[in-house]
C-alpha cells in the first residue's frame, strides 16, 4: 500500500497537479499518516474536477474512504454502547462529507485540523437530538452539561451537593433557571412503565414500577358517562334539551326558568324529571348492554 500511495503522489506531482487522476485501489486501507499526505493530493484534484462529473465524484468518494479511520478516532472518544457505535460512525461520516466539501485549499490548515470539529459536532448533535427521553428545548439540553460540570466541580470542593444558591453564580444563571435546568436534566434518561423493580428473589419483586406511581382517575369514569350521555341528551326534543341547558349549564332555578319560558315552577320540575328519568333508563339500558 506504501509503495501504492507513493505512485500516486509521484505521479501527481510529476505532472504539476493537472496529469493523470491518482488512483488508490483501496483508499479505506491508506494508513492515517499516508492519508494526510494524499489527502492534500485529492483536495487540490477536488477543486480541479467540475460537479457532477464521473472524476469529481471518484476523487470525493476516495476522500471520503481515505478518510474513515479519523471518522473513528472520533467515535472512538465517546463512551457508548456497543450497538450504538456504528451508528455514531454513520454520523461522523456526514460531519467528513461537510468538511470534505467545504474546505478551502486557499488556508494554510490541514485537513484533518479541518475536519475534526465538523466530525465531532455531527456526533454531539446526534447524541443532544437523540438520546434525551423526551424533548427538551436546545438550550436546557446544553445547559444540562454546564449543571453536571458545575455539579462535580462544586461536590469536590464542599464534600456534599451543592445547593441552587451554590450553583447559580458558577453557571452564570439565576436559581430559578437553575431549578428549571435540573427539571429539564430529568428528561435525559426515562424507565419503562413495564420494568420490574425488584431483586428477582421473591415472587413479589415482580412488580413493574406502573403498579406503583399508578393511581386510577377519579375522572376517567365521568368521561365514560359524558361519552354515553351525549347520543341521549341529543335524542331529547329542543324544549327538553333547553330546560337541561338552563338547569344545569346556565345554573337556573326552577322559578327562574319558569320566568323565562313563561311557566309555573311545577311545570318545569315535571319536564326535568322526565327528561331526566329517561336519561338514567338510558344510560342504565347501555350499562347492562356492555
Known amino acids: 500500500m506504501r509503495t501504492e500511495v507513493a505512485e500516486a503522489t509521484t505521479t501527481y506531482e510529476t505532472s504539476g497537479g493537472r496529469g493523470d487522476l491518482p488512483v488508490l485501489e483501496a483508499p479505506h486501507e491508506v494508513a492515517p499518516r499516508d492519508a494526510r499526505a494524499l489527502s492534500r493530493v485529492f483536495l487540490r484534484e477536488l477543486a480541479e474536477r467540475g460537479e457532477g462529473t464521473a472524476e469529481h465524484q471518484y476523487v470525493r468518494n476516495t476522500l471520503i474512504e481515505m478518510n474513515m479511520t479519523l471518522v473513528r478516532y472520533a467515535a472512538g472518544r ?23 466539501d467545504r474546505f478551502d485549499l486557499s488556508r494554510e490548515v490541514e485537513f484533518t485540523t479541518f475536519a475534526l470539529p465538523y466530525i465531532v459536532g455531527e456526533i454531539k448533535r446526534f447524541f443532544r437530538d437523540t438520546t434525551w427521553a ?30 441552587v444558591a451554590e450553583l447559580a453564580p458558577v453557571m452564570d444563571l439565576s436559581e430559578e433557571q437553575v431549578v428549571e435546568v435540573q427539571l429539564a436534566a430529568n428528561g435525559y434518561r426515562s424507565a419503562s412503565l413495564d420494568a420490574a423493580i425488584g431483586s428477582g428473589d421473591d415472587e413479589n419483586d415482580d412488580a413493574a414500577l406502573a403498579d406503583l406511581i399508578g393511581e386510577e382517575d377519579p375522572a376517567l369514569e365521568l368521561v365514560e358517562d359524558f361519552h354515553v ?3 341521549l341528551v341529543e335524542a331529547l326534543d329542543e324544549r327538553d334539551r333547553l330546560l337541561l341547558h338552563l338547569r344545569f349549564v346556565e345554573e337556573l332555578t ?34 347492562a348492554g356492555g
Open 78 to 100: 465517546f463512551r457508548a454502547r456497543v450497538e450504538e457505535r456504528e451508528d455514531i460512525v454513520q454520523v461522523g461520516m456526514i460531519g467528513l462529507i461537510k468538511a470534505i
Open 134 to 163: 423526551v424533548h427538551v428545548p436546545r438550550r436546557l439540553q446544553e445547559a444540562r452539561v454546564e449543571l453536571a460540570k458545575a455539579t462535580d466541580e462544586l461536590s469536590s470542593r464542599l464534600g456534599r451537593a451543592p445547593r
Open 229 to 231: 350521555l351525549a347520543p
Open 254 to 287: 326552577q322559578t327562574q326558568i319558569g320566568e323565562r319560558l313563561g311557566v309555573s315552577q311545577m311545570h318545569v320540575s315535571r319536564l326535568l324529571s322526565r327528561s331526566l328519568a329517561r336519561l338514567r333508563e338510558g344510560m342504565a339500558g347501555t350499562a
